[in-house]
Protein backbone atom coordinates (compact mmCIF):
# COMPACT_ATOMS: atom_id res chain seq x y z
CA UNK A 1 0.00 0.00 0.00
CA UNK A 2 3.18 2.21 1.16
CA UNK A 3 4.62 1.54 -2.17
CA UNK A 4 1.97 2.11 -4.20
CA UNK A 5 1.11 5.55 -2.43
CA UNK A 6 4.86 6.50 -3.24
CA UNK A 7 4.67 5.34 -6.51
CA UNK A 8 1.48 8.01 -6.95
CA UNK A 9 3.28 10.39 -5.45
CA UNK A 10 5.79 10.10 -8.31
CA UNK A 11 3.77 9.93 -11.02
CA UNK A 12 2.04 13.20 -9.90
CA UNK A 13 5.02 15.15 -9.18
CA UNK A 14 5.92 16.09 -12.91
CA UNK A 15 2.56 17.31 -13.72
CA UNK A 16 2.16 19.63 -10.48
CA UNK A 17 5.65 20.97 -11.30
CA UNK A 18 4.48 21.84 -14.72
CA UNK A 19 1.16 23.21 -13.85
CA UNK A 20 2.68 25.16 -10.57
CA UNK A 21 5.61 26.38 -13.55
CA UNK A 22 3.04 27.57 -16.12
CA UNK A 23 0.49 29.58 -13.42
CA UNK A 24 3.76 31.29 -12.06
CA UNK A 25 5.24 32.18 -15.56
CA UNK A 26 1.03 33.76 -16.29
CA UNK A 27 1.59 35.27 -13.42
CA UNK A 28 4.67 36.59 -14.17
CA UNK A 29 3.67 37.77 -17.32
CA UNK A 30 0.42 39.57 -16.67
CA UNK A 31 2.31 42.19 -14.25
CA UNK A 32 5.56 42.34 -16.25
CA UNK A 33 3.49 42.82 -19.21
CA UNK A 34 0.63 45.34 -17.60
CA UNK A 35 -1.96 43.06 -18.44
CA UNK A 36 -5.57 44.66 -17.42
CA UNK A 37 -7.46 42.22 -15.29
CA UNK A 38 -10.85 42.62 -17.34
CA UNK A 39 -8.62 41.09 -20.36
CA UNK A 40 -6.45 38.63 -18.08
CA UNK A 41 -6.47 38.25 -14.36
CA UNK A 42 -3.23 36.41 -13.10
CA UNK A 43 -3.42 33.48 -10.80
CA UNK A 44 -3.61 35.43 -7.74
CA UNK A 45 -6.56 37.51 -8.40
CA UNK A 46 -9.11 34.28 -9.49
CA UNK A 47 -7.62 32.69 -6.06
CA UNK A 48 -8.49 35.73 -4.20
CA UNK A 49 -12.24 35.76 -6.29
CA UNK A 50 -12.56 32.41 -5.30
CA UNK A 51 -12.14 32.91 -1.59
CA UNK A 52 -13.82 36.32 -1.71
CA UNK A 53 -16.71 35.44 -3.30
CA UNK A 54 -17.38 31.68 -2.15
CA UNK A 55 -20.81 31.62 -1.07
CA UNK A 56 -21.99 32.84 -4.60
CA UNK A 57 -19.98 30.59 -6.34
CA UNK A 58 -21.04 27.54 -3.83
CA UNK A 59 -24.75 28.70 -4.94
CA UNK A 60 -24.31 28.37 -8.29
CA UNK A 61 -22.35 25.53 -8.38
CA UNK A 62 -24.62 23.26 -6.71
CA UNK A 63 -27.53 23.16 -8.93
CA UNK A 64 -25.38 22.67 -12.00
CA UNK A 65 -23.43 19.50 -10.51
CA UNK A 66 -26.98 18.19 -9.01
CA UNK A 67 -28.37 18.43 -12.54
CA UNK A 68 -24.73 16.87 -13.84
CA UNK A 69 -24.39 13.95 -11.41
CA UNK A 70 -28.38 13.54 -12.44
CA UNK A 71 -28.24 13.72 -15.82
CA UNK A 72 -25.39 11.12 -15.63
CA UNK A 73 -26.65 8.50 -13.66
CA UNK A 74 -30.24 8.63 -15.91
CA UNK A 75 -27.71 7.90 -18.52
CA UNK A 76 -25.82 5.21 -17.24
CA UNK A 77 -28.68 3.31 -16.10
CA UNK A 78 -30.82 4.23 -19.24
CA UNK A 79 -27.89 3.55 -21.26
CA UNK A 80 -27.21 0.15 -19.99
CA UNK A 81 -31.00 -0.62 -19.99
CA UNK A 82 -30.94 -0.14 -23.79
CA UNK A 83 -27.77 -1.82 -24.13
CA UNK A 84 -29.29 -5.16 -22.73
CA UNK A 85 -32.29 -4.14 -25.20
CA UNK A 86 -29.94 -4.10 -28.37
CA UNK A 87 -27.83 -7.38 -27.06
CA UNK A 88 -31.37 -9.52 -26.79
CA UNK A 89 -33.44 -7.59 -29.02
CA UNK A 90 -33.11 -8.01 -33.31
CA UNK A 91 -35.82 -5.70 -33.63
CA UNK A 92 -34.00 -3.03 -31.39
CA UNK A 93 -30.69 -4.36 -32.92
CA UNK A 94 -31.38 -3.88 -36.61
CA UNK A 95 -33.71 -1.42 -36.60
CA UNK A 96 -33.44 1.07 -33.85
CA UNK A 97 -29.99 0.73 -33.24
CA UNK A 98 -28.67 2.80 -36.60
CA UNK A 99 -31.47 5.35 -36.25
CA UNK A 100 -29.88 5.80 -32.69
CA UNK A 101 -26.38 6.01 -34.47
CA UNK A 102 -27.25 8.05 -37.25
CA UNK A 103 -28.72 10.25 -35.22
CA UNK A 104 -25.77 11.10 -33.78
CA UNK A 105 -24.69 13.39 -36.50
CA UNK A 106 -26.97 16.12 -35.16
CA UNK A 107 -25.01 18.43 -33.29
CA UNK A 108 -26.59 18.20 -29.60
CA UNK A 109 -25.87 21.61 -28.55
CA UNK A 110 -28.20 23.00 -31.78
CA UNK A 111 -31.49 21.21 -30.18
CA UNK A 112 -30.30 23.04 -26.46
CA UNK A 113 -33.21 25.96 -27.97
CA UNK A 114 -35.59 23.80 -28.88
CA UNK A 115 -35.92 22.12 -25.81
CA UNK A 116 -36.45 25.87 -24.36
CA UNK A 117 -39.56 25.64 -26.52
CA UNK A 118 -40.69 22.67 -25.19
CA UNK A 119 -40.13 22.44 -21.40
CA UNK A 120 -39.31 25.89 -20.33
CA UNK A 121 -36.17 28.05 -18.92
CA UNK A 122 -35.30 26.25 -15.75
CA UNK A 123 -33.74 22.18 -14.57
CA UNK A 124 -35.89 20.30 -16.92
CA UNK A 125 -34.38 21.06 -19.85
CA UNK A 126 -30.78 21.18 -18.56
CA UNK A 127 -31.47 17.66 -17.16
CA UNK A 128 -32.55 16.88 -20.49
CA UNK A 129 -29.90 18.27 -22.76
CA UNK A 130 -27.49 16.78 -20.34
CA UNK A 131 -29.14 13.02 -20.73
CA UNK A 132 -29.15 13.59 -24.49
CA UNK A 133 -25.57 14.28 -24.82
CA UNK A 134 -24.18 11.66 -22.04
CA UNK A 135 -26.95 8.94 -22.90
CA UNK A 136 -25.31 8.18 -25.98
CA UNK A 137 -21.69 6.67 -25.48
CA UNK A 138 -23.01 5.44 -22.70
CA UNK A 139 -24.82 3.12 -24.53
CA UNK A 140 -22.83 1.92 -27.42
CA UNK A 141 -19.81 1.53 -24.64
CA UNK A 142 -22.47 -0.87 -22.71
CA UNK A 143 -23.47 -2.86 -25.63
CA UNK A 144 -20.58 -3.23 -26.69
CA UNK A 145 -19.42 -4.80 -23.43
CA UNK A 146 -22.59 -7.15 -23.87
CA UNK A 147 -21.72 -8.76 -26.70
CA UNK A 148 -18.00 -9.32 -26.96
CA UNK A 149 -17.43 -11.66 -24.99
CA UNK A 150 -15.87 -14.37 -25.43
CA UNK A 151 -16.84 -17.23 -28.11
CA UNK A 152 -14.72 -19.74 -26.13
CA UNK A 153 -16.23 -18.54 -22.99
CA UNK A 154 -19.58 -19.00 -24.07
CA UNK A 155 -19.17 -22.20 -25.33
CA UNK A 156 -17.63 -23.22 -22.11
CA UNK A 157 -21.17 -21.73 -20.51
CA UNK A 158 -23.20 -23.38 -22.74
CA UNK A 159 -21.56 -26.91 -22.22
CA UNK A 160 -22.04 -26.62 -18.41
CA UNK A 161 -25.93 -26.52 -19.37
CA UNK A 162 -25.70 -22.51 -18.40
CA UNK A 163 -28.69 -20.55 -19.16
CA UNK A 164 -29.22 -17.34 -21.38
CA UNK A 165 -30.48 -15.84 -17.61
CA UNK A 166 -26.83 -17.39 -16.35
CA UNK A 167 -24.96 -16.19 -18.83
CA UNK A 168 -26.62 -12.78 -18.63
CA UNK A 169 -25.82 -12.33 -15.08
CA UNK A 170 -22.48 -13.89 -14.47
CA UNK A 171 -20.71 -13.65 -17.77
CA UNK A 172 -21.93 -10.94 -19.71
CA UNK A 173 -22.31 -8.40 -17.05
CA UNK A 174 -19.08 -8.41 -15.50
CA UNK A 175 -17.24 -8.87 -18.95
CA UNK A 176 -19.33 -5.53 -20.07
CA UNK A 177 -18.35 -3.38 -16.63
CA UNK A 178 -14.76 -2.28 -17.66
CA UNK A 179 -16.75 -0.85 -21.19
CA UNK A 180 -19.14 0.33 -18.60
CA UNK A 181 -16.85 2.28 -17.04
CA UNK A 182 -15.07 3.44 -20.03
CA UNK A 183 -18.74 4.93 -20.87
CA UNK A 184 -18.76 6.35 -18.00
CA UNK A 185 -16.04 8.55 -18.04
CA UNK A 186 -16.72 9.92 -21.16
CA UNK A 187 -20.62 10.66 -19.90
CA UNK A 188 -19.82 12.64 -16.97
CA UNK A 189 -18.14 15.21 -18.85
CA UNK A 190 -20.70 15.53 -21.60
CA UNK A 191 -23.18 15.64 -18.98
CA UNK A 192 -21.18 19.02 -17.59
CA UNK A 193 -20.90 20.28 -20.77
CA UNK A 194 -24.63 19.49 -21.45
CA UNK A 195 -26.34 21.66 -18.14
CA UNK A 196 -23.68 23.93 -18.69
CA UNK A 197 -24.58 24.81 -22.14
CA UNK A 198 -28.31 24.87 -21.55
CA UNK A 199 -27.30 27.15 -18.35
CA UNK A 200 -25.64 29.51 -21.12
CA UNK A 201 -29.03 29.49 -23.06
CA UNK A 202 -31.45 29.90 -20.26
CA UNK A 203 -31.58 29.71 -16.81
CA UNK A 204 -31.62 32.28 -13.61
CA UNK A 205 -29.10 29.69 -11.76
CA UNK A 206 -26.14 27.56 -12.26
CA UNK A 207 -22.55 28.03 -13.02
CA UNK A 208 -23.33 28.26 -16.67
CA UNK A 209 -25.30 30.90 -15.59
CA UNK A 210 -22.94 32.71 -13.41
CA UNK A 211 -20.05 32.73 -16.07
CA UNK A 212 -22.28 34.34 -18.49
CA UNK A 213 -23.65 36.82 -16.08
CA UNK A 214 -20.03 37.58 -15.31
CA UNK A 215 -18.84 38.17 -18.98
CA UNK A 216 -21.65 40.95 -19.22
CA UNK A 217 -20.51 42.43 -16.07
CA UNK A 218 -16.95 42.47 -17.65
CA UNK A 219 -16.13 40.80 -14.26
CA UNK A 220 -13.44 38.35 -15.48
CA UNK A 221 -12.16 37.27 -12.39
CA UNK A 222 -15.12 36.18 -11.22
CA UNK A 223 -15.91 34.15 -14.36
CA UNK A 224 -12.58 32.04 -14.04
CA UNK A 225 -13.05 31.63 -10.20
CA UNK A 226 -16.64 30.00 -12.19
CA UNK A 227 -14.58 28.45 -14.91
CA UNK A 228 -11.94 26.77 -12.50
CA UNK A 229 -14.41 25.89 -9.82
CA UNK A 230 -16.21 23.96 -12.48
CA UNK A 231 -13.01 22.32 -13.85
CA UNK A 232 -12.15 21.36 -9.95
CA UNK A 233 -15.91 19.46 -9.64
CA UNK A 234 -15.44 17.91 -13.64
CA UNK A 235 -12.04 16.40 -12.32
CA UNK A 236 -13.66 15.36 -8.94
CA UNK A 237 -16.65 13.52 -10.69
CA UNK A 238 -14.33 11.89 -13.05
CA UNK A 239 -11.49 11.04 -10.24
CA UNK A 240 -14.85 9.34 -8.35
CA UNK A 241 -15.45 6.64 -11.44
CA UNK A 242 -12.01 6.19 -11.68
CA UNK A 243 -11.54 5.16 -8.07
CA UNK A 244 -15.11 2.97 -8.41
CA UNK A 245 -13.29 1.27 -11.47
CA UNK A 246 -10.43 0.35 -9.90
CA UNK A 247 -12.42 -1.60 -7.26
CA UNK A 248 -15.06 -2.69 -9.64
CA UNK A 249 -12.78 -4.09 -12.36
CA UNK A 250 -10.53 -5.40 -9.70
CA UNK A 251 -9.54 -8.35 -12.23
CA UNK A 252 -7.57 -6.48 -14.85
CA UNK A 253 -4.09 -5.42 -14.69
CA UNK A 254 -3.71 -1.51 -13.45
CA UNK A 255 -2.19 -0.84 -17.13
CA UNK A 256 -5.11 -2.46 -18.67
CA UNK A 257 -7.79 -0.03 -17.06
CA UNK A 258 -9.39 2.12 -19.43
CA UNK A 259 -8.91 -0.11 -22.19
CA UNK A 260 -12.28 -0.91 -22.59
CA UNK A 261 -12.87 3.04 -23.31
CA UNK A 262 -13.38 4.46 -26.77
CA UNK A 263 -16.42 5.22 -28.24
CA UNK B 1 -20.69 -46.51 -22.63
CA UNK B 2 -20.84 -43.84 -25.10
CA UNK B 3 -21.47 -45.20 -28.94
CA UNK B 4 -20.55 -43.16 -31.98
CA UNK B 5 -22.90 -44.50 -34.72
CA UNK B 6 -22.17 -43.75 -38.69
CA UNK B 7 -21.99 -40.34 -37.42
CA UNK B 8 -21.80 -37.28 -40.75
CA UNK B 9 -21.63 -33.81 -40.46
CA UNK B 10 -22.10 -31.72 -43.61
CA UNK B 11 -21.64 -27.62 -43.46
CA UNK B 12 -23.94 -26.78 -46.27
CA UNK B 13 -23.20 -29.19 -49.24
CA UNK B 14 -19.53 -29.84 -47.39
CA UNK B 15 -19.05 -33.28 -45.81
CA UNK B 16 -16.64 -32.66 -42.87
CA UNK B 17 -16.99 -36.20 -41.30
CA UNK B 18 -17.80 -39.01 -43.07
CA UNK B 19 -19.56 -42.36 -41.69
CA UNK B 20 -17.49 -42.54 -38.43
CA UNK B 21 -18.36 -45.11 -36.00
CA UNK B 22 -16.79 -46.36 -32.47
CA UNK B 23 -17.51 -47.30 -29.07
CA UNK B 24 -16.08 -46.36 -26.08
CA UNK B 25 -16.34 -48.32 -22.83
CA UNK B 26 -16.85 -46.78 -19.55
CA UNK B 27 -13.47 -45.91 -18.09
CA UNK B 28 -11.21 -45.95 -21.28
CA UNK B 29 -9.07 -43.47 -22.11
CA UNK B 30 -9.28 -42.96 -25.60
CA UNK B 31 -7.61 -40.36 -28.15
CA UNK B 32 -8.51 -39.29 -31.58
CA UNK B 33 -5.23 -38.53 -33.84
CA UNK B 34 -5.60 -36.47 -36.59
CA UNK B 35 -3.87 -33.41 -38.54
CA UNK B 36 -4.75 -29.74 -37.64
CA UNK B 37 -8.69 -29.09 -39.50
CA UNK B 38 -10.00 -32.51 -39.95
CA UNK B 39 -12.88 -32.39 -38.14
CA UNK B 40 -11.91 -34.19 -34.41
CA UNK B 41 -12.63 -31.25 -33.09
CA UNK B 42 -15.91 -31.23 -34.59
CA UNK B 43 -16.67 -34.60 -33.47
CA UNK B 44 -16.18 -33.38 -29.80
CA UNK B 45 -18.33 -31.07 -30.24
CA UNK B 46 -21.09 -32.95 -31.30
CA UNK B 47 -20.66 -35.73 -27.98
CA UNK B 48 -20.94 -32.34 -25.58
CA UNK B 49 -24.16 -31.65 -27.74
CA UNK B 50 -23.18 -28.05 -29.07
CA UNK B 51 -23.02 -29.17 -32.54
CA UNK B 52 -25.54 -31.18 -34.32
CA UNK B 53 -25.17 -34.01 -36.03
CA UNK B 54 -26.44 -34.47 -39.89
CA UNK B 55 -26.41 -37.95 -39.74
CA UNK B 56 -26.35 -41.17 -37.51
CA UNK B 57 -26.56 -41.02 -34.01
CA UNK B 58 -24.66 -40.37 -31.04
CA UNK B 59 -25.53 -41.82 -27.17
CA UNK B 60 -24.60 -42.24 -24.07
CA UNK B 61 -25.46 -45.21 -21.61
CA UNK B 62 -28.39 -46.01 -24.84
CA UNK B 63 -29.57 -42.40 -24.52
CA UNK B 64 -29.57 -40.20 -27.66
CA UNK B 65 -27.06 -36.84 -27.25
CA UNK B 66 -29.16 -34.11 -28.14
CA UNK B 67 -28.04 -30.86 -26.35
CA UNK B 68 -24.93 -30.44 -23.38
CA UNK B 69 -25.65 -33.42 -20.59
CA UNK B 70 -24.52 -33.29 -16.91
CA UNK B 71 -22.26 -36.56 -16.97
CA UNK B 72 -20.09 -34.60 -19.66
CA UNK B 73 -17.25 -32.47 -18.67
CA UNK B 74 -15.35 -30.56 -21.29
CA UNK B 75 -12.00 -29.29 -21.40
CA UNK B 76 -10.98 -26.65 -23.95
CA UNK B 77 -7.61 -25.76 -26.08
CA UNK B 78 -7.75 -22.65 -24.12
CA UNK B 79 -8.35 -22.89 -20.24
CA UNK B 80 -11.28 -20.30 -20.69
CA UNK B 81 -11.30 -19.31 -16.80
CA UNK B 82 -13.43 -16.23 -16.07
CA UNK B 83 -10.88 -13.53 -15.65
CA UNK B 84 -12.69 -12.32 -12.80
CA UNK B 85 -13.10 -15.35 -11.03
CA UNK B 86 -10.60 -16.47 -8.84
CA UNK B 87 -9.51 -20.52 -9.67
CA UNK B 88 -11.55 -21.40 -6.70
CA UNK B 89 -14.63 -19.85 -7.85
CA UNK B 90 -14.29 -20.74 -11.97
CA UNK B 91 -13.62 -24.65 -10.47
CA UNK B 92 -17.45 -24.03 -8.93
CA UNK B 93 -18.64 -22.59 -11.48
CA UNK B 94 -20.32 -25.49 -13.17
CA UNK B 95 -21.83 -26.60 -10.04
CA UNK B 96 -23.66 -22.62 -10.04
CA UNK B 97 -24.68 -22.96 -13.62
CA UNK B 98 -26.45 -26.51 -12.47
CA UNK B 99 -27.82 -24.88 -9.83
CA UNK B 100 -25.89 -27.18 -7.29
CA UNK B 101 -24.93 -25.96 -3.57
CA UNK B 102 -21.33 -24.29 -3.75
CA UNK B 103 -21.01 -25.00 0.00
CA UNK B 104 -21.15 -28.91 -0.95
CA UNK B 105 -18.89 -28.78 -3.52
CA UNK B 106 -15.87 -26.48 -2.15
CA UNK B 107 -14.34 -29.38 -0.33
CA UNK B 108 -14.22 -31.52 -3.33
CA UNK B 109 -12.44 -28.32 -5.19
CA UNK B 110 -10.26 -27.93 -3.15
CA UNK B 111 -9.37 -31.71 -3.44
CA UNK B 112 -9.25 -31.35 -7.26
CA UNK B 113 -7.25 -28.08 -7.06
CA UNK B 114 -4.72 -29.80 -4.95
CA UNK B 115 -4.70 -33.27 -6.31
CA UNK B 116 -3.79 -30.76 -9.65
CA UNK B 117 -1.36 -29.31 -6.97
CA UNK B 118 -2.55 -25.97 -7.42
CA UNK B 119 -4.38 -25.70 -4.59
CA UNK B 120 -2.28 -23.14 -3.16
CA UNK B 121 -3.70 -20.60 -6.18
CA UNK B 122 -7.32 -21.22 -5.00
CA UNK B 123 -7.92 -17.84 -4.35
CA UNK B 124 -6.04 -15.93 -7.17
CA UNK B 125 -7.24 -14.60 -10.31
CA UNK B 126 -6.20 -16.34 -13.58
CA UNK B 127 -4.05 -13.86 -14.78
CA UNK B 128 -1.50 -14.26 -12.32
CA UNK B 129 -1.54 -18.05 -13.07
CA UNK B 130 1.25 -19.95 -16.04
CA UNK B 131 -0.34 -21.44 -18.84
CA UNK B 132 0.18 -24.69 -17.53
CA UNK B 133 -1.60 -23.34 -14.36
CA UNK B 134 -4.49 -22.26 -15.80
CA UNK B 135 -5.00 -25.79 -17.72
CA UNK B 136 -5.08 -27.36 -14.91
CA UNK B 137 -7.63 -25.46 -13.25
CA UNK B 138 -9.67 -25.78 -16.55
CA UNK B 139 -9.39 -29.68 -16.11
CA UNK B 140 -10.60 -29.83 -12.24
CA UNK B 141 -13.85 -27.72 -13.52
CA UNK B 142 -13.87 -29.85 -16.23
CA UNK B 143 -14.37 -32.42 -13.27
CA UNK B 144 -15.71 -30.45 -10.83
CA UNK B 145 -19.37 -32.09 -10.98
CA UNK B 146 -18.35 -35.83 -10.67
CA UNK B 147 -19.18 -36.28 -14.67
CA UNK B 148 -18.16 -39.75 -16.22
CA UNK B 149 -17.05 -38.64 -19.26
CA UNK B 150 -14.41 -36.32 -19.41
CA UNK B 151 -14.17 -34.65 -23.85
CA UNK B 152 -10.72 -33.28 -23.85
CA UNK B 153 -9.98 -30.98 -27.18
CA UNK B 154 -6.35 -30.86 -27.78
CA UNK B 155 -6.14 -29.56 -24.01
CA UNK B 156 -1.79 -28.75 -23.75
CA UNK B 157 -1.73 -27.86 -27.35
CA UNK B 158 -1.30 -23.95 -26.47
CA UNK B 159 1.31 -25.44 -24.01
CA UNK B 160 5.04 -25.57 -24.82
CA UNK B 161 6.82 -28.92 -25.13
CA UNK B 162 8.13 -29.12 -21.66
CA UNK B 163 5.23 -27.81 -19.73
CA UNK B 164 3.12 -30.21 -21.98
CA UNK B 165 5.16 -33.79 -21.33
CA UNK B 166 4.03 -32.79 -17.50
CA UNK B 167 0.60 -32.28 -17.78
CA UNK B 168 0.08 -35.59 -19.82
CA UNK B 169 1.73 -37.36 -16.63
CA UNK B 170 -0.55 -35.32 -14.44
CA UNK B 171 -3.87 -35.98 -16.61
CA UNK B 172 -3.16 -39.80 -16.02
CA UNK B 173 -2.39 -39.62 -12.43
CA UNK B 174 -6.01 -37.44 -12.17
CA UNK B 175 -7.31 -40.08 -14.38
CA UNK B 176 -5.76 -42.87 -12.44
CA UNK B 177 -7.81 -41.59 -9.22
CA UNK B 178 -11.27 -40.96 -10.73
CA UNK B 179 -10.98 -42.90 -13.42
CA UNK B 180 -13.36 -41.11 -16.34
CA UNK B 181 -13.93 -42.59 -19.70
CA UNK B 182 -12.19 -40.21 -21.78
CA UNK B 183 -11.98 -38.78 -25.43
CA UNK B 184 -8.88 -37.17 -25.99
CA UNK B 185 -8.47 -34.84 -29.52
CA UNK B 186 -4.84 -34.42 -30.39
CA UNK B 187 -2.62 -34.05 -33.10
CA UNK B 188 0.27 -34.93 -31.35
CA UNK B 189 1.45 -38.58 -32.16
CA UNK B 190 3.27 -39.21 -29.01
CA UNK B 191 1.07 -37.59 -26.56
CA UNK B 192 -1.89 -39.84 -28.20
CA UNK B 193 0.72 -43.19 -28.22
CA UNK B 194 1.78 -41.83 -24.26
CA UNK B 195 -1.80 -41.20 -22.98
CA UNK B 196 -4.20 -43.94 -24.40
CA UNK B 197 -5.67 -47.26 -23.67
CA UNK B 198 -6.83 -47.10 -27.83
CA UNK B 199 -6.23 -44.53 -30.73
CA UNK B 200 -8.19 -43.69 -33.34
CA UNK B 201 -6.56 -41.90 -36.31
CA UNK B 202 -8.16 -39.81 -38.50
CA UNK B 203 -8.16 -38.69 -42.04
CA UNK B 204 -9.02 -35.61 -43.57
CA UNK B 205 -11.62 -34.02 -45.94
CA UNK B 206 -13.99 -35.64 -45.30
CA UNK B 207 -13.20 -36.77 -41.72
CA UNK B 208 -13.29 -41.05 -41.58
CA UNK B 209 -11.04 -43.21 -38.85
CA UNK B 210 -8.50 -45.19 -40.92
CA UNK B 211 -7.22 -47.26 -38.08
CA UNK B 212 -7.22 -47.92 -35.04
CA UNK B 213 -4.60 -49.06 -32.68
CA UNK B 214 -4.93 -50.44 -28.96
CA UNK B 215 -1.60 -49.04 -27.14
CA UNK B 216 -1.05 -52.35 -24.76
CA UNK B 217 1.59 -50.09 -21.79
CA UNK B 218 1.62 -50.73 -18.66
CA UNK B 219 0.76 -47.83 -16.62
CA UNK B 220 0.99 -45.86 -14.54
CA UNK B 221 3.23 -44.47 -17.13
CA UNK B 222 5.92 -42.46 -16.71
CA UNK B 223 8.01 -40.15 -19.21
CA UNK B 224 10.67 -42.02 -19.07
CA UNK B 225 8.51 -44.49 -20.91
CA UNK B 226 9.20 -42.51 -24.14
CA UNK B 227 12.21 -43.66 -24.94
CA UNK B 228 11.57 -47.49 -24.99
CA UNK B 229 11.25 -49.44 -28.09
CA UNK B 230 8.14 -50.82 -27.29
CA UNK B 231 6.67 -47.21 -26.96
CA UNK B 232 8.55 -45.88 -30.29
CA UNK B 233 6.97 -48.83 -32.53
CA UNK B 234 2.99 -47.40 -31.74
CA UNK B 235 4.59 -44.25 -32.63
CA UNK B 236 5.50 -44.92 -36.32
CA UNK B 237 2.78 -47.37 -36.47
CA UNK B 238 0.70 -44.57 -35.71
CA UNK B 239 2.64 -42.01 -37.76
CA UNK B 240 2.33 -44.62 -41.01
CA UNK B 241 -1.50 -44.73 -40.81
CA UNK B 242 -1.38 -40.58 -40.91
CA UNK B 243 0.80 -40.90 -43.95
CA UNK B 244 -1.10 -43.57 -45.47
CA UNK B 245 -4.10 -41.14 -45.10
CA UNK B 246 -2.15 -38.44 -46.34
CA UNK B 247 -1.29 -40.50 -49.58
CA UNK B 248 -4.88 -41.41 -50.48
Given at each position: ????????????????????????????????????????????????????????????????????????????????????????????????????????????????????????????????????????????????????IDEDIHRMARTFMGSRWQIFWKIRMPNALPYIFGGMKISITLAIIGVIVSEFVASQEGIGYLIKLAGGLLDTPLMMAAITMLSISGLALYGLIVIAEEHAVYWQAPSDIGAGGGG | MLRINSVRKLYKDLEVIRNVSFDVSDGEFLSLLGPSGCGKSTLLMMVTGLIEVSGGQISINGEAVSGPRREVGVVFQQPVLLPWRTVLDNVLFPIELLNLSRAQYKDRAMELLSMAKIDDFAHHLPRQLSGGMRQRASICRALIHDPSILLMDEPFSALDAITRDEMGVELLRIWQANRKTVIFVTHSIREAAFLSDRVLVMGRRPATIVDEVAIDLPRPRQIAMMEDEGFNRYVRRLRKAIEASHAS
Open positions: MQAKLRSILVDLAWPVLITIAMLASWEIAVRVLGIRSIILPPPSEVFEAIIARRELLLTHLWPSLYLTVLGFALSVVGGVLVAILITYSTIVRKGFYPVIVVSQVIPKISIAPLFIVWFGTGTMSSLLLAVLIAFFPMTINAAMGFQT | -
